[in-house]
């Protein structure tokens, strides 16, 4: 006969074998499942099939044997090479296999002594901050299937797991997995559009008579090309630009103003649509570009993280990944490794925050709340719900 969850969970059944060996199932658990994320952190910025083809090197696709497969000791063991090219194999693959075993180490010893079912939720959702994390510091986008999808994982495990929000009921589980998820994405929602509007624009000066080619997907400038679909969030959106000459496939033009939105391209006083313009060249020294204060992505995985956490984690991630995020991005502009007004990853701040809750002793997030309620109540007169802590 099949055991029940509920007995397949209880503290009691796995405390009958020893936590020490528990522990290294877990470490040894997350390491496999790190090398499982190095192929979704590789493959789904790429667009591909996280499961086929099998892993394989990308340089000379040779497929790789189970036993060339072993997280941790194969890096090792072949000092970062392929096997069968000795094409050099990043580094980032050892880090993410023992990073994950480490973080599911970490929730096994935190969680695991009171509810081995809340210590995997963690893991599961602390994966998907892993796999947001990298792909956004190399792409700069978060998957919709980290997003989107963790948001309905989040919910899902909440409805399962109520301990996951400190509560005892599924409809008090859920309610706080609604309203985190709304505040979440309700709330970085608000950050963007604030951002939009003071900050909005982006004036590039380029060396005198540099060559800016607008095609049909992409603007292309001296040092780097741009999608559209990075440059324009809304209809509004123009790119701008004063230009010595503008030259399309059957005319020119001398001095003149460009603007291109979304729906209108516009030199001096002619107006084109943009789909019927494939290229346009154009000579100048300077340029403005729309930009945004975060993504779109952004918002949806701060709803994730509200989803599964709650609203208390949401206020905590926004206000500790802006602190991590301006010490960074100052201390990358005092090193020389970036300029006022670079693009920089949001992403990983809030992961690292949200994690940071995670394993906040469950003291200071009381601590936390507490505050949050009393600055809600005073400055709003908003009474704010009861709040039992998870975290360590």
Same mark, same amino acid.
Request: glycine share 8%.
């Given at each position: ?76 063991? /072949? ?33 695991? $002594?009171?509810?081995? /079912? ?16 990298? *792909? ?8 919709? $299937? ?27 589980? %859920? ?16 950050? /963007? ?22 095609? $049909? ?21 123009? *790119? ?24 209108? /391209? #516009? ?19 300077? *340029?403005?570009?729309? #930009? $945004?204060? %975060? ?42 490794? #970036? ?16 994690? %940071? ?34 975290? %360590?």
């Amino acid at each position: 006969m099949f055991m029940g969850i509920d007995a397949i969970f209880d503290s009691r059944n796995w405390a009958a074998v020893p936590f020490q060996f528990w522990s290294l199932v877990f470490f040894v658990f997350g390491c496999i499942v790190g090398s499982f994320l190095n192929v979704c952190i590789y493959r789904m910025p790429l667009g591909k099939s996280v499961v086929t083809p099998p892993s394989h090197c990308p340089q000379c696709n040779y497929s790789i044997p189970w036993f060339l497969n072993i997280p941790l000791f194969t890096w090792l063991s /072949l000092r970062g090479r392929c096997k069968n090219c000795d094409a050099a194999i990043s580094v980032r693959y050892f880090l993410v296999e023992l990073l994950t075993g480490v973080v599911f180490l970490s929730c096994w010893l935190g969680f695991g $002594e009171r509810s081995a /079912l809340l210590a995997l939720v963690y893991c599961l959702f602390l994966a998907g901050l892993i796999v947001a994390t990298f *792909i956004d510091f190399e792409h700069f986008i978060i998957p919709d $299937e980290i997003t989107i999808g963790g948001i309905v994982v989040g919910v899902i495990c909440s409805f399962a797991v109520p301990a996951l929000h400190g509560m005892r009921s599924l409809a008090s589980s %859920m309610k706080e997995s609604f309203w985190g998820a709304a505040l979440g994405g309700g709330l970085i929602y608000f950050v /963007l559009r604030g951002g939009k509007l003071l900050f909005g624009r982006q004036k590039l000066g380029l060396a005198s008579e540099s060559k800016i080619t607008f095609t $049909e997907t992409s603007l292309v400038l001296p040092d780097k090309e741009i999608l559209y679909e990075d440059l324009f969030y809304r209809k509004s959106d123009v *790119i701008a630009l004063n230009a010595r000459t503008a030259e399309l496939v059957d005319r020119c033009y001398k001095d003149v103003v460009v603007r291109l939105s979304p729906a209108t /391209l #516009r030199i001096g006083e002619e107006t084109f649509n943009p789909e019927e313009v494939p290229h346009l060249e154009v000579m100048a020294g300077e *340029i403005v570009l729309p #930009r $945004e204060a %975060m993504g779109l992505g952004d918002v949806k995985f701060m709803a994730a993280i509200g989803a599964f956490l709650g609203w208390q984690a949401v206020i905590f991630s926004l206000m500790v990944s802006s602190l991590i995020g301006s010490v960074v991005g100052v201390t990358l502009i005092a090193l020389k490794q #970036r300029v006022l007004g670079s693009r920089l990853p949001y992403g990983p701040y809030i992961a690292l925050a949200a994690a %940071m809750w995670i394993f906040l002793p469950g003291h200071l997030q009381e601590a936390w709340v507490w505050n949050l309620r009393a600055a809600g109540y005073l400055l709003f007169r908003i009474p704010m719900p009861e709040f039992r802590p998870t975290g %360590m």
